[in-house]
Nanobody
Framework: QAQLKESGGGSVQAGDSLRLSCTAS????????MAWFRQPPGKERESVAA????????VYAAPVKDRFTIYRDNAKNTVYLQMDNLKPEDTAVYYC????????????????????????WGRGTQVTVAS
């Protein structure tokens, strides 16, 4: 049974950093595009970043580009989100998601940012940034 488990959330001050981790089990990790999404209070879930199976292709949402870094360790079945210079508007529940995409599949950044294209989801971890 596939399972994604996030960790690393918390409450911080503006300008601080956090690193989120998501460890997968029950799937062939290197056959999946991995992504982070977030859902701010009272808003819809939105894309943060996505990474291809190899880590060679990455896409970021505009609000986090140059502040957040997504990377993965296929040997550990884990994807990470390093979040620097956090802002109050980054406050949200952060979700990890997986989309089956074998290595032969061409990278499509627009496809990889769409919530509806992801089948497996974690339960989320809360990130709260105070001003």
């Amino acid at each position: 049974q596939a399972q994604l488990k996030e960790s690393g959330g918390g409450s911080v001050q503006a300008g601080d950093s956090l690193r989120l981790s998501c460890t997968a089990s029950g799937i062939t990790f290197r056959s999946y595009t991995m992504a982070w999404f977030r859902q701010p209070p009272g808003k819809e879930r939105e894309s943060v970043a996505a990474i291809s199976w190899s880590g060679g292709d990455i896409v970021y949402a505009a609000p986090v580009k140059d502040r957040f870094t997504i990377y993965r360790d296929n040997a550990k079945n884990t994807v990470y989100l390093q979040m620097d210079n956090l802002k109050p508007e980054d406050t949200a529940v952060y979700y990890c998601a997986a989309d089956f995409k074998p290595p032969s599949t061409p990278w499509d950044p627009h496809y990889s940012q769409a919530v509806q294209n992801y089948y497996y989801w974690g339960r989320g971890t809360q990130v709260t940034v105070a001003s």
